[in-house]
T-cell receptor, first 113, second 114 residues
């Protein structure tokens, strides 16, 4: 039973355009969501997070949107840069397991020059 | 930089041999975690620790044990390695601010079991 789903294994965008990465979850008890970026041969790097009491959080070129009624969150990257090419993981905390992150399977983003 | 190191970074071993992976942190974080990453599965929690000598199982704990005798070290042991344990292993620590927790990951250990 996959509680955090990233249904797009890959996404390709042009440099300068917007990248939108999507994530759906099934556990309504999740109350904190995070996005991680991972380059090959490196550990995941924390990117941005959002609490369930908010619907938007912005940090520079990165914005995360949360739609609780739809159990959906998205990460927007504007403008996209070639250095953003990486695997992006969505993760969630809560539901009685406050110390455990539940990860999606990841989306490979490729930003073409 | 969360001050997390993992050793070894790469290891090749044979089926049936014991293997221990080490995670070391320098910032006195209480919570530490071991994950494995496999194609098509994302990251899955193996075991975690919420203090010295306090550990608990994650979703894929079979075949693994852990120990934490000091705050800074969290060891993952494969008692008898199997080919299905070929994976990339990541250690993480967590930083809590109120009710919000962010986990920071080490560089990973690539393990190949032949």
């Amino acid at each position: 039973d996959q509680q955090v789903k990233q249904n797009s294994p890959s996404l390709s965008v042009q440099e300068g355009r917007i990248s939108i990465l999507n994530c759906d979850y099934t556990n309504s008890m999740f109350d904190y969501f995070l996005w991680y970026k991972k380059y090959p041969a490196e550990g995941p790097t924390f990117l941005i997070s959002i609490s369930s009491i908010k619907d938007k959080n912005e940090d520079g070129r990165f914005t995360v949107f949360l739609n609780k009624s739809a159990k959906h969150l998205s990460l927007h990257i504007v403008p996209s840069q070639p250095g953003d090419s990486a695997v992006y993981f969505c993760a969630a905390i809560g539901g009685g397991s406050n110390y455990k992150l539940t990860f999606g399977k990841g989306t490979l983003l490729t930003v073409n020059p | 930089d969360a001050g997390i190191t993992q050793s070894p970074r790469h290891k090749v071993t044979e089926t049936g041999t014991p293997v221990t992976l080490r995670c070391h942190q320098t910032e006195n974080h209480r919570y530490m975690y071991w994950y494995r990453q496999d194609p098509g599965h994302g990251l899955r929690l193996i075991h975690y620790s919420y203090g010295v000598k306090d550990t608990d199982k994650g979703e894929v704990s079979d075949g693994y044990s852990v120990s934490r005798s000091k705050t800074e070290d969290f060891l993952l042991t494969l008692e008898s390695a199997t080919s299905s344990q070929t994976s990339v292993y990541f250690c993480a620590i967590s930083d809590r601010v109120g009710s919000q927790e962010t986990q920071y990951f080490g560089p990973g250990t690539r393990l190949l079991v032949l």
